[in-house]
C-alpha cells in the first residue's frame, strides 16, 4: 500500500541514478515548481533497518525534481513511499523513465540493458540472441504483465519491439568506456550510429573513447580507424589504361588514334608503341 508524505530531503538518500540528472531540464523543473508547484511527488521506500544511521528514505524515482528542490532552495517535498526491495526500486526507476520518453538513445540501451539483468535475476538467463524467456515467451517486457499495449502506443513512447531489440544491442554489446565517452557527442541522441559503434570491436571501441577524450567529433574518430591508402601515381594509372585500350582497339581505331595525335600510321608504329610500353613497365 502506497503512502502520500510531505518528506524532508535531508531525510532522503539519493544514491547514484542510472540516468544522471541533467541540470539544465532539474532548472527548468525549478522554475515550474515556483510557478506551479509540485504536480507530481518522487517516489520512495524506506531504507532498509539494517542499514544504521542511514537516511530513513532511499530514492527511487525523481532525481531532477530533488535537484530541482536543490536549486529553488526548497528542503521538501511530497512523497509516494511504496514497498519495494532494492532490485524491484531499479527496476520501477527503469520504467518510469522509459515511459516518460525523454530518454536520449545512448540512456535508453542502458536502461534497456540495466532491466535485463534485473529481470534475469529473476526469473533466469536469456538466452544469448535471444529476446526471449526461458517459457518462450518475449522478454524482457517493461509493460505489465499480460497488457499488450497497442502498436501506435508503444511507437509514440519510443518502446516498440524493434526499437527495444535495437536498444537491447547497443545495451550489450557498446563498451562501458565508450558509453561515457559518447555522451554529449552527436551518437548520444543517434541510435543507428550507436548500433554501427556496437558493431565494431572492442579494441577499436576503446580507440574511439580514446579519440574522443582528446576531441568528441566522432566522425572524426572514426576516421582514424580507415587504413591509409596509398599514394597513387595518377600519370601512371593513366598510361596503364591507354596502353590497355591500345591492346584491346582493332586497327581502324588505331590507325584513326594514331591520325588524331599527329602520328603517320605506317612510321615507326611498333617502335612507337614499343616505347610507351616500356615506359609503362617501368613507371
Request: contains cysteine; aromatic residues 6%.
Amino acid at each position: 500500500m502506497a503512502e502520500l508524505i510531505r518528506l524532508k530531503l535531508k531525510d532522503l538518500f539519493r544514491g547514484e541514478r542510472l540516468r544522471p540528472v541533467d541540470m539544465d531540464v532539474a532548472a527548468a523543473i525549478g522554475a515550474s515548481f515556483e510557478e506551479r508547484g509540485q504536480i507530481s511527488p518522487i517516489t520512495v521506500r524506506r531504507t532498509p533497518a539494517k542499514n544504521k544511521g542511514a537516511t530513513p528514505f532511499t530514492l527511487i524515482v525523481g532525481g531532477h525534481r530533488c535537484a530541482a528542490a536543490d536549486i529553488i532552495g526548497w528542503e521538501e517535498l511530497d512523497a509516494l513511499v511504496v514497498q519495494a526491495d532494492g532490485a524491484e526500486a531499479q527496476m520501477m526507476e527503469i520504467a518510469e523513465n522509459l515511459y516518460r520518453n525523454e530518454l536520449s538513445a545512448l540512456d535508453r540501451a542502458i536502461f534497456v540493458l540495466k532491466y535485463r539483468e534485473l529481470w534475469e535475476d529473476q526469473h533466469g538467463k536469456i538466452e544469448k540472441n535471444s529476446d526471449r524467456d526461458p517459457k518462450g515467451h518475449y522478454a524482457p517486457s517493461v509493460f505489465s504483465n499480460g497488457r499488450e499495449l497497442a502498436k501506435s502506443v508503444q511507437e509514440r513512447l519510443g518502446f516498440s519491439p524493434d526499437k527495444y531489440k535495437r536498444a537491447n544491442r547497443i545495451g550489450q554489446n557498446l563498451h562501458p568506456i565508450l558509453r561515457a565517452a559518447v555522451r554529449g557527442t552527436e551518437a548520444e541522441t543517434d541510435q543507428s550510429k550507436l548500433l554501427k559503434l556496437a558493431k565494431l570491436p572492442a579494441d577499436d571501441q576503446l580507440r574511439i573513447a580514446a579519440a574522443l577524450k582528446e576531441k568528441p567529433d566522432l566522425k572524426l574518430a572514426l576516421s582514424w580507424l580507415k587504413p591509409e591508402k596509398p599514394a597513387v601515381d595518377l600519370q601512371a594509372a593513366l598510361l596503364n589504361k591507354l596502353i590497355a585500350a591500345w591492346d584491346g582497339a582493332s586497327e581502324q581505331t588505331r590507325h584513326e588514334f594514331l591520325v588524331h595525335i599527329g602520328v603517320e600510321p605506317d612510321t615507326g608504329l611498333a617502335d612507337l608503341m614499343g616505347e610507351i610500353k616500356r615506359e609503362g613497365k617501368a613507371a
